[in-house]
């Protein structure tokens, strides 16, 4: 089971990380009655479970705009939220419970339906960790949950009544944190169902007081899983494993486009969704190997939280929803264009371990053999004393025994 039982480079590897691209995957629903009524018609065909075709380009704008588009995965108007989860985020979102953090972002316009699939996905995902949970009785499992939102900059605990913006903190450990930031520990799994829909009802009185807060706020629903087993196995790697898994449902992303067309500079206090604007230039940056230059993350609370998300320690998977109507054709070629962007970022995702005591010693004494081993088989083939492999380690690990 993930590295709590594997071998020694398995471990080593796993601890050190293994770099992947963020699994981007497109989302088309179908016309809804509005579009339908004022006789709108798609624009878009999902030729094949990749590839999403422009249908109608007029010949003049051929040059300025791709016409085809291709991802990890596209989905059309028929498939539904189940296979969604199974192909575009299922994956991802379970190596949580292999110690690996992850993170599931919904992205798009508004009435994309940006919550209507991150809602199956939250609930599938929540249901594949239980039953992993129940066939896994030989590791004590604590999960522990937290939700808040950001609008306007102001972030939210959505477990509490309280509208008290909370701060941001920077943990030299931990890197950003939320202060004040509730985190439930579950008892079950209808215990996590309660609170998100505690969580669903905090954001709908948001809507009806702030007009239209919904579609302008970005929503993280996060779960931390601690998992150790019960009886100490003997073996490398029986440490504890502590990773959590975010599902974030991101603002509309309309007005952040449109200020990006428009050249608008971003001021504080403006109506233009801060953090939507700044996702937007850190997934630019990253995509083209920003990892060694400025990325400003620092710009906004979205990013700052999200941070280790977007190009650091987890595995991603973003899902753009789109229209496919004709009325909101720019708006689905900036989520495509975000989302082109977004396939070119690499993260560097590692399984978190916290290894007891013993298990972390004989880690390491099998890591100072193995370089002791190497080190003497060298030395002596450059030297040419034809000393036996092994001959002398021993001591070496003896003498650090004691
Ligand atoms: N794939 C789909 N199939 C059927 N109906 C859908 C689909 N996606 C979204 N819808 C419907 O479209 C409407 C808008 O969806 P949703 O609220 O999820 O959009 P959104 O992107 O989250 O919007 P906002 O940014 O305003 O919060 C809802 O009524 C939803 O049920």
Redesign the pocket.
Known sequence: MGAAAAGDDELSAAIAGKAERILVSV?V??L?AKELEIGDSSDWDCVNGTTIVFKHPPPGERALFPTSYTFDRVFGKDIGTRQVYELGAKEVALSVVRGINSSIFAY?Q???????TMTGITEFSVADIYHYIKKHADREFTLKFSALEIYNEAVRDLLSTDPTPLRLLDDPEKGTIVEKLIEETLRDQDHLRELLSICEAQRQIGETNLNEM??RSHQILRLTIESSPKVYAGRDGSGTLIACVNFVDLA?SERASQAMSAGVRLKEGCHINRSLLTLGTVIRKLSKGGRNGHVPYRDSKLTRILQPALGGNARTAIIC?MSPAHCHVEQSRNTLLFASCAKEVVTNARVNLVMSDKALIKHLQRELSRFVNLYWRLSSSTLGLGLGQGQGWETVIHILRY
């Open positions: 989302r629903r179908p809804n798009g508004t009435s994309s339906g940006k919550t209507y919904s579609s509309g929803t």
